[in-house]
């Protein structure tokens, strides 16, 4: 039994006034296609671009590989349900469940690892940041291989796992607390990582200044750097709770309360937080890859280029 299935079923038996909201299946598809091709823009670029072959990077293009993972695996699941509803599948066959499976380990792959990525780019941002001096010799290439040799390795058996011999609500309650655990990790390593830089920032400010002006010049650039930093992990971390924060309190409300009318008020928008959940696939390139100037070259390069051999 699947989370989808079990979604599906709790929406189904929603005894309360509240409607459920429907979402045009048309837009579940551009969504998909768009986040899908987003995502392989990023992955395409960051392995043809020898200059992106660092391990911030590699990353990012492991993140936008997840989220390919989960616009192919959304945009596969909608084509099915389409047909079902057009009476040309069987949704209780044994191959369709087989096949639903398949993708629900999929899904749960691409939210750990999603989760996982996430948290490694900000390990690497607090590295380059406060070790800049020693972060060639903590990420060399061959530990970021190995990091991304694990998350990988992880996610797959996991989401496998999970999938194949836990029932549904043990699965919830795991992605709950990875959920709150990731979220709890993360905003301390932020804060930490502002209280850092605010002292940081007071130190460059205390050196004493030679002619020309040279301690404002510094105080002046670093307060732009860290303006600049503060601006792009905000927006990271807002848009992955705006994006994912409404599915997980529609999970916990169906174990807390799966009978309350007003907790089925809330139920009825799963569309809605399924788009939203859809959609952080295709904002992270924007936050995380489209910000850079390298990036943005290559893509480019790579959109404007007549001849393939050279595309890269």
């Known amino acids: 039994m699947n989370p989808t299935t079990i979604l599906t079923t709790a929406l189904a038996v929603n005894q309360s006034d509240c409607q459920e909201v429907k979402v045009p299946v048309f837009l579940f598809f551009a969504i998909g296609v768009m986040s899908l091709a987003e995502n392989l823009l990023v992955v395409v670029a960051v392995i043809c671009n020898r200059n992106l072959h660092s391990p911030m990077y590699c990353f990012i293009c492991s993140l936008a590989a997840f989220n390919t993972i989960a616009s192919l695996t959304k945009t596969w699941e909608n084509l099915m349900l389409a047909i079902a509803h057009m009476g040309h599948l069987d949704q209780k066959g044994s191959s369709e469940k087989k096949m639903d499976d398949v993708m629900d380990s999929l899904m749960c792959m691409s939210f750990v690892g999603t989760i996982f990525s996430f948290l490694a780019i ?87 200044t030679s002619g020309g002006g040279t301690g404002k010049f510094r105080r002046q650039h670093w307060r732009g750097s860290s303006m600049r930093g503060a601006l792009t992990l905000t927006i990271l971390f807002g848009t992955f709770v705006v994006c994912w924060a409404p599915f997980f309190f529609h999970l916990i409300i169906i174990m807390v309360c799966p009978t309350n009318p007003y907790c089925e008020c809330y139920r009825s928008l799963f569309q809605l937080h399924v788009v939203l959940l859809m959609s952080h696939a295709l904002i992270d390139p924007a936050i995380y890859a489209f910000r850079s100037a390298e990036l943005r070259h290559t893509f480019r390069k790579m959109l404007l280029c007549s001849n393939r051999r050279h595309c890269c």
């Open 122 to 208: 900000a390990v690497d941002r607090y590295i380059t940041i406060f070790h800049a001096l020693r972060y060639h010799n903590i990420m060399t290439m061959q530990r970021t291989a190995a990091i991304l040799g694990v998350i990988w390795t992880t996610c797959g058996v996991s989401a496998a796992l999970m999938v194949r011999f836990f029932d549904t609500t043990f699965i919830m309650i795991c992605f709950i607390v990875l959920f709150l655990a990731s979220l709890a990790l993360i905003s301390f390593l932020y804060v930490y990582m502002f209280m850092l830089a605010r002292i940081h920032a007071r130190n460059i400010a205390a050196l004493p």
